[in-house]
Nanobody
Framework: QVQLVESGGGLVQSGGSLRLSCAAS????????MGWYRQAPGKQRELVAT?????NYADSVKGRFTISRDEAKNTVYLQMNSLKPEDTAVFYC????????WGQGTQVTVSS
Protein backbone atom coordinates (compact mmCIF):
# COMPACT_ATOMS: atom_id res chain seq x y z
CA GLN A 1 0.00 0.00 0.00
CA VAL A 2 1.51 3.30 -1.10
CA GLN A 3 1.28 6.13 1.40
CA LEU A 4 1.46 9.74 0.29
CA VAL A 5 2.37 12.74 2.42
CA GLU A 6 1.91 16.23 1.02
CA SER A 7 3.66 19.33 2.32
CA GLY A 8 4.69 22.82 1.35
CA GLY A 9 1.39 24.66 1.43
CA GLY A 10 0.81 27.96 3.13
CA LEU A 11 -0.56 31.47 2.87
CA VAL A 12 0.74 33.56 0.01
CA GLN A 13 -0.28 36.79 -1.67
CA SER A 14 -1.68 36.88 -5.16
CA GLY A 15 1.18 36.61 -7.64
CA GLY A 16 3.34 34.65 -5.24
CA SER A 17 4.84 31.19 -5.50
CA LEU A 18 4.84 27.95 -3.56
CA ARG A 19 6.45 24.57 -4.09
CA LEU A 20 4.51 21.53 -2.94
CA SER A 21 6.08 18.16 -2.22
CA CYS A 22 4.56 14.70 -2.10
CA ALA A 23 6.68 12.01 -0.46
CA ALA A 24 5.69 8.44 -1.27
CA SER A 25 6.44 5.33 0.76
CA UNK A 26 5.53 1.68 0.25
CA UNK A 27 5.98 1.86 -3.50
CA UNK A 28 7.95 3.52 -6.27
CA UNK A 29 6.44 6.53 -8.00
CA UNK A 30 8.46 5.78 -11.12
CA UNK A 31 6.08 3.01 -12.14
CA UNK A 32 2.99 5.22 -11.99
CA UNK A 33 1.56 8.23 -13.65
CA MET A 34 1.40 10.62 -10.71
CA GLY A 35 -0.97 13.51 -10.33
CA TRP A 36 -1.64 16.57 -8.25
CA TYR A 37 -5.26 17.25 -7.40
CA ARG A 38 -6.97 20.05 -5.50
CA GLN A 39 -10.25 20.61 -3.73
CA ALA A 40 -11.54 24.10 -3.13
CA PRO A 41 -14.18 24.80 -0.47
CA GLY A 42 -17.58 23.59 -1.62
CA LYS A 43 -16.21 22.08 -4.83
CA GLN A 44 -15.29 18.63 -6.05
CA ARG A 45 -11.72 17.48 -6.15
CA GLU A 46 -10.15 18.22 -9.52
CA LEU A 47 -7.04 17.05 -11.33
CA VAL A 48 -4.44 19.78 -11.73
CA ALA A 49 -1.42 18.11 -13.33
CA THR A 50 -0.01 14.70 -14.19
CA UNK A 51 3.46 13.35 -14.89
CA UNK A 52 4.31 10.11 -16.59
CA UNK A 53 6.22 9.99 -19.84
CA UNK A 54 4.90 13.49 -20.42
CA UNK A 55 3.32 16.20 -18.32
CA ASN A 56 -0.22 17.47 -18.63
CA TYR A 57 -1.99 20.39 -16.98
CA ALA A 58 -5.48 21.65 -16.43
CA ASP A 59 -6.17 24.73 -18.54
CA SER A 60 -6.60 26.82 -15.40
CA VAL A 61 -2.96 26.26 -14.33
CA LYS A 62 -1.19 25.84 -17.65
CA GLY A 63 1.82 28.12 -17.89
CA ARG A 64 1.83 28.78 -14.14
CA PHE A 65 2.31 25.36 -12.52
CA THR A 66 5.05 22.81 -13.18
CA ILE A 67 4.92 19.19 -12.05
CA SER A 68 8.13 17.22 -11.62
CA ARG A 69 9.42 14.18 -9.80
CA ASP A 70 12.64 12.96 -8.23
CA GLU A 71 12.68 9.20 -8.45
CA ALA A 72 15.72 8.92 -6.19
CA LYS A 73 13.75 10.68 -3.46
CA ASN A 74 10.47 9.03 -4.45
CA THR A 75 8.91 12.49 -4.37
CA VAL A 76 6.63 14.45 -6.68
CA TYR A 77 6.67 18.26 -6.74
CA LEU A 78 4.35 21.01 -7.89
CA GLN A 79 5.92 24.40 -8.47
CA MET A 80 3.19 27.01 -8.46
CA ASN A 81 3.89 30.51 -9.74
CA SER A 82 1.66 33.52 -10.35
CA LEU A 83 -0.81 32.22 -7.80
CA LYS A 84 -4.34 33.56 -7.86
CA PRO A 85 -7.02 33.65 -5.15
CA GLU A 86 -8.96 31.02 -7.13
CA ASP A 87 -6.05 28.61 -6.58
CA THR A 88 -7.00 28.46 -2.88
CA ALA A 89 -7.62 24.79 -2.10
CA VAL A 90 -6.32 21.72 -0.35
CA PHE A 91 -3.81 20.05 -2.66
CA TYR A 92 -3.33 16.29 -2.79
CA CYS A 93 -1.18 13.91 -4.77
CA UNK A 94 -2.04 10.41 -5.89
CA UNK A 95 -1.60 8.17 -8.85
CA UNK A 96 -3.58 8.94 -12.00
CA UNK A 97 -6.08 7.46 -12.01
CA UNK A 98 -6.34 7.37 -8.24
CA UNK A 99 -5.34 4.02 -6.81
CA UNK A 100 -4.51 4.74 -3.19
CA UNK A 101 -6.05 6.43 -0.19
CA TRP A 102 -5.85 10.18 -0.05
CA GLY A 103 -3.29 11.74 2.25
CA GLN A 104 -4.07 14.66 4.50
CA GLY A 105 -3.32 17.16 1.76
CA THR A 106 -1.67 20.54 2.14
CA GLN A 107 -3.61 23.79 2.35
CA VAL A 108 -2.82 26.55 -0.11
CA THR A 109 -4.40 29.93 0.57
CA VAL A 110 -3.89 32.82 -1.83
CA SER A 111 -4.91 36.25 -0.61
CA SER A 112 -5.89 39.05 -2.96
Amino acid sequence: QVQLVESGGGLVQSGGSLRLSCAASGGFISIYVMGWYRQAPGKQRELVATIGGTTNYADSVKGRFTISRDEAKNTVYLQMNSLKPEDTAVFYCNTYPQLYSWGQGTQVTVSS
